[in-house]
């Protein structure tokens, strides 16, 4: 057994070799404990040891700091005033209506309808405080400065927390700057912030969200690390403060940003400290990585290369007599309400010495906390500079290869080389080692200052302090006794000051408190321009015409419509590195976007990363990892503040993120609408910029799953995307390698919205000329006169559409057979079916103006109720509209989606449409024969054309059961050809091989 010394301080102990577990062939011992065994048990003891020792030494430290530094001493008192006063806002804020006036709360005090989570409230104040606190430390601002740190935000998971958060924004001014009108710093500020907690219709909500500057709305539980990390990726001058929920540990998102964080974080960039609020409980159960125990706890994230420290509020001499002596005194409260007499001086006596016992305990608790998180922000500069070494050190080596290789003659260019490989080598093992610091901080929920008994019954630590513990009924009951908890509450933490004594002015305890902890202007948690997505960068973009051959012929040339889109990605990420961020869930060389991949290098900071060929350790800039949920709050992080992200996944598993991306969908809504209102309540400018596009690649799609099953058929994205927000989401469905060009970069350049880019990347024939490619992406559809029966302009008697490009393949195949049928029917002397092709490449724009064709919202906007009609961008205008699909005609569409969201889109439109798309059918076949079994084959498409035409009386009958003949022999033919074991699709068809004129369209595609 070896024995390594801890960074720092304390000692590990190095297990053994799983290999050599269990005697000398490697085999467990089933009937017994072997001596190996023993060893390792004896290792992990010795572990659990050196982290014990370590902490108590750190606590013994930070104890002594607190007894011998007075200006510590000094800062650590603040601290308690500092979030006490946040606690008391928030209770304020939680249970009040108004700032109460004269002697005690009256039922005219209380809020009309109590609505909170008060139980996340305390541990939200105290981390927040004490990250505040730790950036003034001179010693913190040094390494700050030497990493380049200018601003610093916190990424809230538990969000519900929210009225903490306001709280300590209102402390720090920053409610006011975006507020000015409502929420100065001052009474009437006060009385406006208690008032419009939860009111519908304010700008504080019970969620932190963008009417506030953040990055995270913190509602839906699981993002928080992964949307700090986002924010410090896209941010290299920041300081990321991530409190995590312990109930939010429990999901599967942010399990993966634990696990993942430290093998792909670019640690050049932004500070992140994550911070796990364990207090215990959840809505009805108990947290599971509270539950843990703490050697369970240090071992888990020592594992995942974290070095933890578990601090426990609850854990203090003076917490443990506090919680007794607060038995004692809900023993008296209850004799009182019986009716005994006498007590008054016994209650006022034990409620001093449990504020007091507390008092210690959270002094005790702040000195701990504030230590470690300053160690923590140094730590986490140290591995910021290792990591910038380390990317020196790789430059020199390159240089030094390249000279090498230029004159390998030349010994000393050899040893150069091997010199600086050596210091490459020695940085990376420095680098691999610096463990990123983790903190965990125990409490009991409810935290050290609410009561922590109602009537007799126990809430600190149980059930009802997860939202509320007085009841909103008993709260305006004629019986005072409720009230009376909420007023010795609020007077504890407040000192009897009172809840008007919330303001902190120059001069009150408050206003000194404040001075010591929040940090110099700039550095302030609330003031990042980050968490407004405000940032100077400006994106380099390209002619992406550029990208786009000129075509020779239609259908002579063949090609996957990622690979153009590659080339335009590699342009475009190589001159935008830093501010645009490129995501693959392990699907980027599989979405044909290697050479995208392949440039930026795919980072990867474990020992075993460099094994991939397309991998460059921790110097990578891209992440390609399978973990949807994970990058796309990532993602989210990077663009709520300021900078662009791009993530490429297969198109059924873009939907595993669905919920988070409806949530940023939200975001965006909320960010534009919160711009408004802090204009209309006296801020100057935009609060909230636009920013950049949240960019969904989708390729591997449901209908070229060559090797893929029917679990990877699920354009489901597409169908929620259609109900939400319509300014905000965008998809794009490009025809072919020429306009997915032109379409990625309409995509890349907007701004406040999601873009679905559903490309498909399996090899087809290419028909569209650049300047129609380019037409086709910038107006979202395009008329193909080339591929029509009817000439331009004259009305057709069907519109033949397609969104999607492979079932552009089957329209422009299906119109070439009717074109023969055509010429045949002209041949006998009757008028051919006038058919019109169209593309539709943006498939929202079919939907009609938001609003039409809603009589009651048109009777209401007669009285004054509704707001007047706006035109619609969203959507196609209708001299468009009528060009595209004129009045009267029949439409058929084939649709690369649901076929019911088709149905959907078109509801409103006064046409007659005969909708294709996937209706979940198929497996692990050819791409035709997926077609051919969701109905959106060449033949059926043709039958469709036939039954619009005799409905529309377009043709005879003799006509339309000759076409629908046909179409049914194929796919009779068809069907015999798969049964009889058929691996492929026949030559003319394959690789969506539309026929082209002079070809015999007519005679059998091989059966």
Same mark, same amino acid.
């Given at each position: ?781 395009? &008329? +193909? @006169?080339? !591929?029509?029966?009817? #000439?331009?302009?004259? %009305?057709?008697?069907? *519109?033949?559409?397609?969104? /999607? $490009? ?68 969203? &959507? +196609? @205008?209708? !001299?468009?509209?009528? #060009?595209?699909?004129? %009045?009267?005609?029949? *439409?058929?569409?084939?649709? /690369? $989606? ?110």
């Amino acid at each position: 057994m070896t024995v390594t010394k801890l960074p720092g301080k304390g000692v590990v102990t190095k297990l053994p070799d799983a290999g050599k577990i269990g005697g000398a062939t490697g085999k467990p011992n089933v009937g017994g404990t072997t001596a190996e065994q023993q060893n390792v048990e004896q290792a992990q003891g010795a572990l659990s040891d050196a982290f014990e020792k370590l902490e108590k030494a750190e606590r013994k430290e930070a104890r002594e700091a607190l007894a011998q530094d007075p200006a510590f001493a000094k800062l650590v008192k603040a601290l308690g005033t500092y979030e006490n006063a946040a606690n008391a806002l928030a209770v304020a804020m939680t249970y009040l209506k108004a700032v109460p006036e004269g002697d005690g709360i009256k039922p005219a005090d209380v809020a009309e309808k109590i609505v909170g989570h008060i139980g996340a409230t305390t541990a939200i104040s105290r981390t927040y405080a004490n990250a505040s606190a730790a950036l003034a430390d001179p010693r913190v601002k040094a390494v700050l400065d030497k990493a380049g740190v200018d601003q610093a935000h916190v990424v809230t998971g538990p969000g519900h927390g929210a009225a903490a958060n306001f709280a300590l924004l209102f402390f720090e001014g920053v409610l006011g700057k975006i507020y000015p009108e409502r929420y100065p710093q001052n009474a009437q500020g006060l009385q406006n912030l208690i008032a419009d907690f939860c009111r519908p219709h304010s700008p504080l909500p019970s969620h932190v969200n963008p009417g506030v500057p953040t990055v995270s709305e913190g509602g839906e539980l699981g993002y928080s690390f992964g949307i700090a990390a986002g924010a410090g990726l896209a941010n290299a001058d920041s300081f990321i403060l991530a409190q995590i929920g312990d109930k939010e540990a429990e999901v599967g998102p942010l399990q993966a940003a634990i696990e993942n964080h430290n093998a792909v974080y670019d640690f050049r960039k932004g500070l992140v400290l994550p911070v796990v609020h364990a207090n215990g409980l959840g809505i009805s159960g108990t947290s599971i990585i509270s539950s843990r125990s703490n050697d369970d706890l240090r071992s888990y994230l020592w594992g995942l290369g974290y070095h933890p420290r578990i601090i426990d509020a609850e854990d203090t001499e003076p917490m443990k007599k506090a919680n007794g002596k607060a038995k004692d005194l809900e023993g008296l409260l209850e004799k009182k309400a019986g009716g005994a007499g006498g007590l008054d001086g016994d209650i006022d006596k034990l409620r001093r010495e449990v504020r007091e016992l507390r008092d210690q305990s959270a002094q005790l608790t702040n000195a701990e906390l504030q230590k470690a998180i300053q160690r923590s922000i140094v730590n986490l500069g140290n591995k910021k500079a290792l990591a910038l070494e380390l990317e020196g050190t790789a430059k020199e080596l390159a240089d030094a290869t390249k000279g090498a290789a230029e004159r390998p003659s030349d010994q000393l260019a050899q040893k150069r080389m091997e010199k600086a490989a050596d210091k490459h080598h020695e940085t990376l093992d420095r680098f691999r080692l610096t463990r990123t610091p983790f903190i965990v901080y125990r409490e009991a929920k409810g935290g050290g200052h609410a009561p922590a008994y109602i009537d007799g019954k126990p809430t600190k630590g149980a059930p009802p302090s997860h939202q509320i513990i007085l009841s909103p009924q008993a709260l305006v009951a004629d019986d005072p006794k409720t009230r009376e908890y909420l007023q010795r509450w609020l007077d504890d933490l407040t000192r009897d000051v009172g809840v008007k004594g919330l303001v902190p002015t120059k001069g009150t305890a408050l206003g000194e408190a404040a001075s010591l902890v929040l940090p110099d202007k700039g550095m302030r948690l609330g003031e990042a321009p980050l968490a407004l997505g405000k940032t100077d960068a400006k994106l380099d973009f390209t002619d992406p015409g550029a990208f786009v051959p000129e075509l020779k012929d239609r259908g002579a040339e063949v090609r996957g419509s990622n690979d153009l889109v590659d080339k335009y990605l590699q342009k475009h990420f190589g001159e935008n590195r830093g501010d645009a961020f490129f995501f693959g869930a392990d699907t980027a060389e599989s979405n044909k976007l290697k050479g995208t991949v392949t440039s930026l290098g795919r980072r990867l900071n474990t020992p075993k990363g460099e094994h991939h060929p397309s991998s460059t350790g921790p110097l990578g800039d891209a992440i390609d990892i399978l973990s949807e949920q994970y990058l796309t709050s990532m993602a989210q992080g990077v663009v709520n503040s300021g900078k662009q992200a791009f993530i490429t996944n297969y198109e059924a598993f873009h939907q595993v993120s669905a919920s988070l991306i409806r949530q940023f969908i939200k975001f965006r809504k909320q960010a534009v609408e919160a711009n408004e209102r802090a204009q209309t309540l006296g801020h100057q400018g935009d609060f909230r910029p636009p920013v950049p596009n949240l960019v969904l690649h989708q390729s591997s799609l449901a209908f070229a799953q060559d090797h893929n099953g029917l679990s990877h058929q699920n354009p489901g994205l597409v169908d929620d995307l259609a109900a939400d927000p319509r300014q905000h989401v965008q998809v794009f469905f490009p025809a072919e390698a020429s306009s997915a060009v032109f379409m990625t970069d309409r995509a890349m350049r907007g701004t406040d919205q999601v873009v679905a880019l559903v490309v498909d990347k399996q090899p087809r024939k290419q028909f569209l000329s650049k300047d129609e490619a380019k037409e086709l992406g910038e107006q979202g559809a395009l &008329v +193909f @006169d080339f !591929a029509s029966t009817v #000439k331009q302009g004259a %009305k057709p008697d069907v *519109v033949l559409a397609a969104c /999607g $490009g492979y079932h552009t393949d089957e329209v422009l195949a299906a119109s070439q057979i009717l074109k023969a049928f055509n010429a045949k029917l002209e041949g006998q002397g009757k008028q051919g079916i006038g058919v019109q092709v169209v593309n539709v490449a943006e498939p929202f724009k079919l939907r009609a103006k938001e609003g039409e064709g809603n009589l009651v919202m048109q009777a209401l906007r007669a009285t004054g109720r509704a707001a007047p009609e706006k035109p619609d961008p969203t &959507v +196609f @205008d209708d !001299a468009t509209f009528d #060009k595209l699909f004129p %009045k009267g005609a029949p *439409v058929v569409m084939s649709f /690369g $989606g649901f076929k019911r969201t088709m149905d959907g889109l078109w509801q409103g439109r006064d046409r007659d449409v005969s909708n294709h798309g996937y209706i979940n059918e198929g497996s692990t076949t050819t791409r035709f024969d997926m077609m051919v079994q969701n109905q959106c084959d060449r033949f059926t498409l043709v039958a469709d054309v036939a039954v619009q035409a005799l409905r529309a009386g377009k043709i005879d009958q003799a006509t339309h059961d000759e076409i629908v003949a046909f179409c049914g022999k194929e796919l009779q033919s068809h069907d015999a050809r798969m049964r009889r074991g058929a691996g492929d699709d026949p030559p003319s068809i394959k690789n969506g091989a539309w026929p082209v004129p002079g070809q015999d369209v007519l005679a059998s595609s091989g059966g």
